[in-house]
């Protein structure tokens, strides 16, 4: 199909005008990358971009496609010497599906398997290719998803679920075994979470900052980076005191928060999904926002080194990179740990101190049983007599 032609706004160079046109996304699109985007994607790609964040798609899942599509079309010019097509021929998936999973022990013995030498050398030094080996296959499935969602959203037909595309991709998945890494190598579990909030006990603003976001982040169900990075005080609405002990009318009454999540990765604004915060991590949060007066907006801001609140929310990237700071803080090896990490440590500790799967999932979110379930089955097994046989 011929790629259809978008008018530009001026002779200027293309590259400078897609740069610009880029410049509508920039709060998804850090600058740095916006001017490498600029350079690999297509006219009608950054068209495509601006009409899906139009139509009210979520910040992270356009970051992906984005940085999908650009890391597409970098492969297919190196691979074929040409743009990419839409809709992509069969052909050229499963040359996706040839070039990013392929056998380490085959290539040993035979160079031209897997991905072209040239075309490795390229991707490596334009920084779109890192790892070593094979990609992972949960980041190739990403990558064929980003690319049937586009050509969807183009109106056209693909074929992605071809019996020899699900074939070639099941075949090459074994072949090119590659162990899944965790998104967070260590949970950070009540322990560990008090060795960060220890860190961050003084009366400085990102102090009172940090131990809130961690609080909030780790209580409210260990929620992800990027849904604490949006969170806006819009969205908190408060509860009546709660007991402590639901249990002893006797026990004291802590404060209590409503949190609002609108979309997530897993719901859309419609599904109106909430979370409970009670005690502690309330109060951090109201102290937070006191002495930061921030009455409306972000409520987890960028703090300068003269102490100066900016008004823009924090990225997930720096909720992210706070976690690691803190971590480095407390003695904590910062490689071992990611934000993922409070989400994995919430459902460990909620585990650990025997809280209900359903109960814990309705405060975690967590759509798949089978997902939350795993973190329980793993504190069960540390915890149970089956592994102390011998001792």
Known sequence: MTRKAIPLLSPADPVLNRADELDALDAILPFGRRD????????????????????GMGDNTLRALASDLGYLEAWCGLATGSPLPWPAP????????????WDPIERAEDPSHGMPAAVETELRAQGLLRAEGPHAPDTVRRRLTSWSILTRWRGLAGFFSTPSLKSALRLAVRAAPRQRRRKSKRAVTGDMLAKLLATCAGDRLVDLRDRALLLTAFASGGRRRSEVADLRVEDLVDEEPVRADPKNAASPLLPCLT????????????????????????????????????????????IDQWGN????????????????????QAGLDPEMFSAHG??????????????????AMQQSLHKSVAQAASYYNNAERKNGRAARLVM
């Open 36 to 55: 490498h985007l600029a350079t690999l994607l297509t006219d009608e790609d950054v068209a495509t971009l601006k009409h899906l964040a139009k139509e």
């Open 90 to 101: 069969e052909s050229l998936l499963l040359k996706f599906v040839a070039h990013h999973l």
């Open 259 to 302: 949190v609002n999540l609108g979309r997530t990765k897993t719901t859309t604004a419609e599904d109106q999904v909430h979370v409970v915060l009670i005690g502690r991590p309330v109060e951090a949060l109201k102290e937070w926002l006191a002495e930061a007066k921030i009455e409306t907006g972000p409520v987890f801001r960028r």
């Open 309 to 328: 609140i900016d008004r823009r929310a924090l990225t997930p990237q720096s909720v992210n990179l706070i976690l690691k700071a803190r971590c480095k």
């Open 342 to 359: 409070l989400r994995s440590g919430y459902l460990t500790e909620a585990a650990n101190r025997g809280v209900p799967l359903q109960e």
